[in-house]
């Protein structure tokens, strides 16, 4: 269970690795309840979308120029059967109207087919995005500051102030990471935000991804800052019960553990502590189960 090219705006001096006990001055947030009910209530899901976009604006107007998001309540995570792709999309939406509220002109980017002639590949959660995007209605006011129609890769690097780029993913026989080292290269200095990116290596047969360049690739991504964090702790494999939520944001510079208890309209986050850094899977299960 389970960064920046320049310092966190919000940066605090190192110290030790030990959750801090809750407190009335760090209550926590309100966590939605009943996150296995599904589709998820509007007002839920917009609980999710302003929590993610409040650190992805805080992050940029703080400079930082190179940042991702980590969003998966069960409607966004697309390793369940309830991922729904509307709902990354109105992230999306929300994310870039919030830009474009601040003045910044924004290029929504999803990686193109990957491979040629009939080997040609695209991961199945990003299969028909980019129409999607083309036939989306945006918030009045920012006509012309919305581009939803960029891809990822050099060519697409131009002609806007911030770059979205969503759920960019390796499959197997292909990475996406070269695409995005390229768009870096000539981006520059402006902002670009991954939303829900997945670059783990994915082995194939003809040793895309090996052992050799890894450490290179592992760096590439480890260079991206996390800014938001949010995912459910179940007992893998399974997604129920929740036993718990993990969260952090940009603006708080926390990363926050919380407990499930109670049922139905019993139901609610608990916060059990706050960390400097991620805890581990270990110091989670120790925490909620001690």
Known sequence: MRASTTAPAFARPARARRASPKSRANAGVDVP??????????ATRRWFYEDATKSIVAAVTA????????????????????????TTLELVRETAAALARD??????????????????ALPLSL???SK???????????????????GIGAADGEGADCFILVQPQNIVGYSVLPYIEEMEAVVGDKPMIMINPRL????SAGN?????GRKERMDAVAAWKEVYHFRLLYRKPYFFPIYGA???????????LYKRTGARELEQYVLLGTYPSEPTPDEMTKKIWG
């Open 103 to 120: 003045g910044l002109r924004v290029k929504i980017c999803v990686q193109r087919s990957m491979g040629q002639g009939v080997f040609q």
């Open 246 to 256: 993990l969260r952090f944001a940009y603006y708080e510079n926390e990363w926050e």
């Open 63 to 86: 400079r930082e120029r190179r940042i991702k998001i980590k969003s998966e309540f069960p409607e966004l995570n697309v390793n369940g059967d309830v991922y729904r792709v509307g």
């Open 208 to 212: 895309v991804m090996s052992v050799r």
């Open 33 to 42: 309840t009943l996150l296995n009910n599904v589709p998820h209530a509007r």
């Open 127 to 129: 299969s028909g995005v």
């Open 132 to 150: 999607l995007l083309g036939m989306m209605d945006w918030e009045p006011g920012t006509e012309g500051m919305i581009d939803p129609s960029g």
């Open 200 to 203: 783990d290596d994915v082995q």
